[in-house]
């Protein structure tokens, strides 16, 4: 639309990705760690004057707030498509710009506005403020280098932790310490400012929904703030921004309490990962701002009179991870398909740079795609984004959809009662997947009933129009996270006087009785629609429901139902009866190993064979996607081997270290 050719820089890891092949030019900058090429400037300024590109954009990450780097290009007379570098070194330094956000007049969170320089002088730090404390790097973003203590021991282990991540993720190991807000929302400010003295804000976003720091659900406007309050965050956010003289887009992020008092958190001078949401209810597009600020051109419109909320929207990043651990995923994508528009023309919006058959790699941050919906309302954005959710195909990774697909259909989030704990207090020990009720199990049976139906269709040529009844065993979660089997038996009867579509509609009356001892289905008979091709992944349902066949299996099929996978068992009466007496299959002993949790590189190993260590003491530390995370003991005992050293790379489930016989000890 601008008519401003692209070159695109990639590594050896990222050769044939969707953004390389979409660029006019394309510049190799070195093998697959970052340090190597992404962040291996003397790479990149080869590519710029190799391609005589006039302009760099960063991008999210990497160097994207590097003044550094935005130096370097000044006098290379390249322009930054971001912030000045003056600005950024000022703001990028979260030790430097609580001061002058001190200065500019914004409320700032009780803490120490120096650099910590060792363990005890944080313990010391953190007693002094009061616990609980955020331990977080100065540099960068993005939840790297983020810790919280509620103790002077967390407070060594987390500061470790912190300078670790931070230095291999910005290249800076400095931590600051200061009050952790309990109970806060973390809502942002987006601001657009040019090099003529214009700055306007744009209406909020709200990113309470986080995982290890990092946000995981956003939307636009947040449902905490009045318009008073949204005025005086989006005044203080420009009144920091004219304080250092800030041009392109940015977002000034704060910490708000139940009483709406907020307080500021850190500075990004960059794009960030979520301004679809602010672009979808303003209209305005960031990137297009910010190539104009970086041109000299002033802003597409200057009075913040012009800025208006229209309707609501929600982003959800689609990650390739274990939603139970937030652990990353990497594979080969084998299937792969993103949702369309569903009740108007661009209500869903796919940010993404991945196609069918790309790799996630154990290099980069695991985001698959910024999935984004709007609506009129937020109650239609959230509808809209269960549809989007259910009709998105991600096979070959494991992913976070169930995650995201049970936060938006929650009755808290629906009533908009969230917090930064919201993961961890209504999945304290992990999210395993959706929990069956009473109606979602029928609706379930059914369905599986009438897919059971049409296969059998198919595959015997049956005509008959109603089937002999069978019986479904269906995963189901406890309280505690346990698997047990739910039972339903289930007839189905095809309605209408055309025999079963294989590729079409087909009209059912279903019975399904059964349950388990904590769902109760009863005795229900239902009419209703359904539309599938056979294996094909999408069947819709007259309600409105959508369901992924992902998989035929050996007794059964897996399907996608709210976001989560079940492995349903089709069994005839007999089959059931007989299966009672079959021995369960024994499950491997693992309380002797600790396993890698993912691949990666392990970073540090704390034991040797003969020692002896505690339940929960630390043995190592594996890095995967920027991230450390730390592997300890699973029972006290004596260590009996270890395989891995400092620098090993490791795959997922590896045995790492191994602990003696509780019976040899």
């Not at 900058?29 to 960063?58: C, F, K, W």
């Not at 850190?266 to 960030?272: D, F, I």
């Not at 819709?540 to 035929?552: A, H, I, M, R, Y």
């Amino acid at each position: 639309r601008m008519g401003i050719k692209t070159v695109a820089v990639y590594s050896d890891a990222d050769a044939n990705a969707l953004f390389v092949r979409e660029a006019d030019e394309a510049y190799r900058v070195g093998p697959a760690p970052t340090s190597q090429s992404y962040l291996n400037v003397d790479a990149i300024m080869d590519a710029i004057r190799e391609s005589g590109a006039q302009a760099v954009h960063p991008g999210y990450g990497f160097l994207s707030e590097n003044a550094a780097f935005v130096k370097q290009l000044d006098a290379a007379g390249v322009a930054f498509i971001g912030p000045k570098e003056y600005a950024m070194a000022a703001m990028g330094d979260k030790i430097q710009s609580k001061i002058i956000a001190k200065q500019a007049g914004v409320n700032t969170i009780p803490g120490y506005d120096g650099v910590v320089r060792d363990a005890e002088h944080a313990v010391e730090i953190a007693e002094e403020i009061g616990y609980p404390v955020m331990l977080k790097a100065s540099a960068g973003g993005g939840g790297k280098g983020m810790r919280i203590a509620h103790t002077a021991q967390e407070v060594r282990e987390g500061l470790k932790l912190a300078s670790d991540e931070a230095q291999s993720s910005f290249g800076d190991s400095r931590i600051l310490v200061e009050k952790f807000i309990e109970e806060p929302r973390h809502i942002e400010i987006q601001i657009i400012a040019d090099n003529r003295g214009n700055v306007l804000w744009l209406p909020e976003r709200e990113c309470s929904i986080q995982r290890r720091n990092q946000k995981v659900i956003e939307e636009a406007p947040s449902t905490h703030l009045d318009a008073e309050t949204r005025r005086r965050m989006g005044e203080q956010a420009v009144a920091l921004a004219r304080n250092v003289g800030y041009n392109s887009a940015g977002t000034v992020e704060f910490l708000v309490d139940k009483h709406r008092n907020f307080y500021f958190l850190e500075m990004n001078t960059r794009l960030q990962v979520e301004p679809p949401i602010t672009e979808y209810i303003t209209g305005f597009d960031l990137v297009e701002e910010m190539i104009r600020s970086a041109a000299g051109l002033p802003l597409t419109t200057t009075s913040q009179d012009d800025v208006r909320i229209d309707g609501w929207a929600i982003e959800s990043r689609v990650y390739a991870e274990d939603p139970e651990k937030y652990l990353p995923s990497i594979g080969t994508l084998s299937k792969y398909r993103e949702p369309a528009s569903w009740q108007g023309p661009n209500d869903v919006r796919c940010d993404s740079g991945i196609t069918e058959g790309s790799e996630i790699s154990m290099y980069y941050d695991p985001m698959i795609c910024k999935l984004s919906t709007h609506g009129a309302t937020r109650e239609q954005a959230i509808a809209t984004m269960e549809h989007a959710l259910d009709r998105y195909l991600i096979k070959g990774v494991t992913h976070n959809i169930p995650l995201l697909r049970d936060v938006i259909s929650s009755g808290d989030f629906g009533a908009g009662r969230i917090t930064t704990a919201f993961l961890a207090e209504h999945y304290p020990s992990g999210f395993k997947g959706h929990r069956l009720t009473a109606d979602s199990a029928f609706e379930l049976a059914a369905v599986s009933g009438a897919l059971q139906f049409i296969r059998q269709a198919r595959e015997t040529g049956d005509v008959a129009k109603r089937s002999d009844a069978f019986v479904l065993l269906i995963p189901q979660l406890a309280d505690d996270g346990a698997v047990s089997k739910l039972e339903a038996e289930v007839s189905i009867e095809l309605l209408g006087p055309d025999g079963v579509q294989l590729d079409g509609s087909n009209e059912f009356r279903v019975a399904v009785s059964g349950g388990s001892e904590s769902v109760d289905i009863g005795s229900r008979t239902q009419d209703f629609s359904l539309k599938w091709t056979v294996d094909q992944p999408f069947v819709e349902t007259s309600d409105g429901t959508t369901v992924q066949f992902l998989d035929p299996l050996a007794l059964g099929f897996r399907v996608q139902f709210r976001g989560t996978k079940f492995d349903i068992d089709v069994l005839a009466p007999r089959q059931r009866e007989l299966m009672r007496f079959m021995k369960e299959k024994e499950k491997l002993d693992t309380s002797k190993l600790v396993l890698s949790p993912m691949p990666g590189t392990i970073v540090s190993v704390a034991v040797a064979p003969g020692d002896v260590v505690a339940e929960g003491a630390e043995v190592a530390v594996v890095e995967a996607m920027k991230m450390q995370n730390v592997l300890r003991a699973p029972r006290a005992g004596t260590v009996k081997a270890v395989h891995v050293k400092p620098g090993s790379t490791v795959g997922g489930e590896d045995v790492l270290i191994e602990l003696e016989d509780e019976a040899a000890q």
